[in-house]
């Protein structure tokens, strides 16, 4: 932790022997290891020296397995509660009211911030990689379970009546997005495809495809994707203008009534 966000050339290396880093990998990607590369909670730093002074490298940066899947359970409680106190704050906007971000856009933009810090005092705000997939995975399992025992019934009865077109319509409407979206940044942007999935899935606000662009190409840029474009767009984006349109929709109504005279 105390190597956290220090430069490469900023490291407390021996000065005694001649030493190299030669590797630097985060999660599974190897990055180069350029004087200015800060390192991240979690990553896996390469030394050429003589095996004699393993001992000291061990000593500055650590060999523990068990530490990559360790997180700070304060660090970690304290962002949610005040992710969750930031989503009741009322954001007024003119000419329509207030609109608020609820618990999820309240974490979602708490998170952002203090994942930008890194770290404030005593308190950590990284997880190692490890536990960050970990706790990813298990939650991606848990939304798609729930909402699959509490879709299920209700899913099926509507297909069978009248729901096609909505079904239809919506395979449509992401199908649109998600075209949209690889094919303009391939062909016109000229963008990379692991990029591209991660957008879509930011902009669909779909994490299964995130998952399964992680599958297809595991160089961990599908996340940088994904976590540039979900917040903004597939979560705040999308809470503020459904609050922007029940209270347009509210006003009309409301003006539309008869009056009593």
Known sequence: ???????????????EFDCRILQVRRGDVDL???????????????????PEHLGKFTAIFGDSVNAEAQFSFMSFGLGMAAGGL??????????????????????????LVFGYLRRLGPFNWTLPQVANTILRN???????????????EPFVSNIAQDGL??????????????????????????MKYDDLLGIASGA??????????NQLTPTGRPDMGYAMIFPGVGTILKI???QVMLGTEAGVDVDAQPSPD
């Open 1 to 15: 932790v105390k190597l956290l966000r220090q430069r490469l050339d900023q490291l407390p290396l021996p000065k």
């Open 32 to 50: 180069v290891p350029t004087a200015d590369l800060e390192l991240e909670y979690g990553d896996q730093v390469g030394v050429l020296a003589a």
């Open 86 to 111: 930031l989503g009741l704050v009322p954001i007024p906007i003119p000419g329509l009211g207030t609109v608020s971000l609820g618990a999820a856009g309240g974490v979602i933009v708490a998170a």
């Open 138 to 152: 298990f939650g991606l399992t848990l939304f798609l379970a729930g909402v699959g025992m509490s879709s299920g």
């Open 165 to 190: 077109p909505l079904l239809l319509a919506g395979v449509i409407q992401v199908a649109v997005v998600v075209l949209i979206v690889i094919f303009g940044g391939w062909f016109v942007l000229r």
């Open 204 to 213: 669909t606000g779909n994490p299964a495809i995130l998952a399964y662009g």
């Open 240 to 242: 503020v203008l459904v």
